[in-house]
């Protein structure tokens, strides 16, 4: 799963994040992740990932519960982690 964002890798549309010379990241999705930088670099801690991805579950009709869940486990993530 996404290192950032706890999405699985393997649902993710762009199928991972990009490297500076276009490789896969093997760590990032593609919602996080392109061109070897993070996408949202306003999103800088676990606390706002996880605001931000709520939202975005919640666009897309996940109930508030079910996002909360999904989302639980990002400051675990090695981006989060220090
Ligand atoms: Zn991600």
Same mark, same amino acid.
Not at 9 to 35: H, I, M, Q, R
Not at 43 to 52: G, L, P, R, W
């Given at each position: 799963?996404? @290192? =950032?964002? /706890?999405?699985?890798?393997?649902? $993710?549309? !762009?199928?991972? !994040?990009?490297?500076?010379?276009?490789?896969?990241?093997?760590? %990032?999705? /593609?919602?996080? %992740?392109? $061109?070897? +930088?993070? =996408?949202?670099?306003e &999103? $800088? +801690?676990?606390?706002?990932? @996880?605001?931000? &991805?709520?939202?975005v579950?919640? !666009?897309?009709?996940?109930?508030?519960?079910?996002?909360?869940?999904? +989302?639980? !486990?990002?400051?675990?993530?090695?981006?989060?982690?220090?």
């Open positions: 799963m996404c @290192q =950032s964002c /706890s999405m699985p890798l393997k649902k $993710d549309p !762009g199928a991972g !994040g990009t490297e500076k010379n276009g490789s896969k990241s093997e760590l %990032y999705c /593609s919602f996080c %992740y392109s $061109d070897g +930088t993070f =996408s949202h670099p &999103v $800088d +801690t676990a606390k706002k990932m @996880q605001a931000m &991805v709520k939202k579950m919640k !666009g897309k009709g996940v109930p508030g519960f079910l996002a909360g869940i999904m +989302t639980w !486990g990002i400051p675990k993530l090695s981006r989060w982690k220090k």
